[in-house]
């Protein structure tokens, strides 16, 4: 197994949605893209905040594991769970 070291200048992006008056919602991690928080800004404040932070934007997510623990903050707005 490789060993590998968290990164702490390595930044990520990954946009998950788009709400109406231009508020993107989207995920940031630090040093593991799979580490996420869930954000949301107004575009103009989102630009900023990648040109900023010098993010590398990541493409979006597959369908995610069928995990009753694998959920997200914007899925729970989105679809109702059982």
């Known amino acids: 197994m490789e060993d590998q070291q968290f990164d702490v200048t390595r930044k990520f992006v990954r946009v998950t949605g788009e709400r ?26 989102f630009a900023a905040f990648c040109a900023d932070n010098r993010v590398t934007l990541l493409e979006a997510a597959s369908a995610r594991s069928d995990s009753d623990f694998a959920w997200t903050l914007h899925d729970a707005t989105h679809q109702r769970f059982r």
């Open 20 to 45: 109406e008056g231009g508020l993107i919602e989207f995920e940031f991690s630090v040093g593991d893209p799979e580490l996420v928080v869930e954000l949301i800004m107004p575009r103009a404040a």
